[in-house]
C-alpha cells in the first residue's frame, strides 16, 4: 500500500479522526504526516520536523525518531514533539510516530517493538526521498518509549513478519534515551508482560559490540528503574566499546525529564543530548538555548 502523504493544516482541528483508533494529530502546520504502515486496521502515522531551507533533493542530514512512553499501553504521539522540533531546529530531519498499545489495539509490547522497528525502516527506506543520511538514524523516547527506541539498536528479531521489505535494516544508529526500561528480565520492569519474548525482548540482554552509542538520562528516584540498572547497562556497553553516556540526576522520579514535570530537567537533558549529538559530529556548533528556551510552554523571561 502506498503511504498517505498529508502536510497538516493549520486550520484543521485537533485532531482528524482516521478508520481504526489511532488518530491523526494536527501539529498545527509545523509537522508533515505520513502513514508509515497499517496493522491491526489502523494506519500508523510518523510526523517529520524538517530545518528551515531543508533541500530534500540534495541533503544528507542525520535524523532522529522518538516514541512516546506509556507502559505499552498507552501515551500521545505529542511527548516528544519539543524535541523534535529543537533538533529540526538544529540542522536535523527530526520525526515523532505512533504505534500500536494495549489500550488502543489490544495488543502487546512484541507489536510495540515490531511498529519501532518499522518506522525506522520506514526512515531508512525512504531517506534519499527525504534528505536524510541512511547512515546517521537515531531513535529516542521515555520508558517504554525508550524501551522500543532501545530495541531498534540492540535487540535482532521481534520484526513484523508482514513487513514487504525486510533486506532494509531497521537498526538504529543512536540512541538517546529518557528513563528507558531496557531491562525486562524477572527483576526488571515488566517481565510479566514481556516474559514470552525473553530475553529477545530486553535490550539489556542483547548487549553487542555492534550497538550503536547511547546516551541515558535517569532519576536518582526513579521508581521503575533501578540507579543500579542505568549503571549496569553503561558499564555493559562500555565493556563491549559501545560508547555509552548515562546521566542521573538527583531527587528525580519517573518522567521527570517532561516539562511539566521538571522544566529545569526538561532543559538540561535537552543540552546534553545536543552534546552528545555534537559528540557524533551529527550537530554542530553550540546548542541554541534561545530557541530551546521558544519552545517551553512557559517560556523563561530571564
Known amino acids: 500500500m502506498k503511504a498517505a502523504l498529508t502536510t497538516v493544516s493549520m486550520f484543521a482541528a485537533l485532531v482528524i479522526p482516521v478508520r481504526g483508533d489511532i488518530k491523526q494529530h494536527d501539529f498545527k502546520g509545523a509537522a508533515i504526516a505520513e502513514v508509515y504502515k497499517r ?28 516514541f512516546f ?17 529543537y533538533l529540526a531546529s538544529r540542522g536535523m530531519v527530526a520525526f515523532v510516530a505512533d504505534y500500536r498499545v494495549k489500550s488502543r489495539q489490544k495488543t502487546g509490547p512484541d507489536a510495540c517493538v515490531a511498529d519501532g522497528k518499522s518506522a525506522i525502516r520506514w526512515v531508512r527506506t525512504n531517506a534519499k526521498r527525504l534528505g536524510i543520511d541512511p547512515k546517521r538514524i537515531a531513535a529516542g523516547g521515555g520508558s517504554a518509549g525508550g524501551h522500543v527506541a532501545a530495541t531498534t539498536g540492540i535487540c535482532d528479531g521481534l520484526e513484523d513478519p508482514t513487513e514487504k521489505d525486510s ?30 519474548w525473553f530475553p529477545e525482548i530486553s535490550p539489556a540482554h542483547n548487549i553487542t559490540a555492534d550497538d550503536p552509542p547511547t546516551i541515558v538520562f535517569l532519576g536518582s528516584q526513579d521508581s ?6 542505568a549503571k549496569k547497562f553503561d558499564s555493559d556497553l562500555k565493556a563491549v566499546e559501545v560508547e555509552s553516556e548515562v ?9 521527570f525529564f517532561n516539562e511539566h514535570r ?6 538540561d537533558t535537552v543540552l546534553k543530548m545536543d552534546a552528545f549529538l555534537v559528540s557524533l559530529g551529527w550537530l554542530q556548533g553550540t546548542a541554541d538555548e534561545a530557541k530551546l528556551n521558544s519552545l517551553l510552554k512557559k517560556p523563561r523571561t530571564e
Open 224 to 229: 521503575l528503574i533501578p540507579v543500579s540498572t
Open 69 to 85: 512512553g506509556g507502559g505499552w499501553n498507552g501515551g500521545t504521539v505529542t511527548q516528544f514533539r519539543q524535541h523534535a522540533e
Open 262 to 267: 521538571s522544566q529545569e530537567s526538561f532543559l
Open 247 to 255: 546521566w542521573i540526576y538527583n531527587g528525580q522520579s519517573h518522567g
Open 167 to 196: 533486506t532494509v535494516s531497521s537498526k538504529s544508529n543512536a540512541l538517546l534515551l529518557f528513563n528507558p526500561v531496557y531491562d525486562n528480565g524477572p527483576k526488571g520492569y515488566g517481565h510479566d508482560r514481556t516474559k514470552q
Open 39 to 66: 496493522a491491526s486496521g489502523d494506519d500508523l502515522w510518523i510526523y517529520r520536523f524538517e530545518p528551515d531551507g531543508h533541500a530534500a533533493n540534495d541533503d544528507s542530514r542525520p535524523a532522529a525518531v522518538f
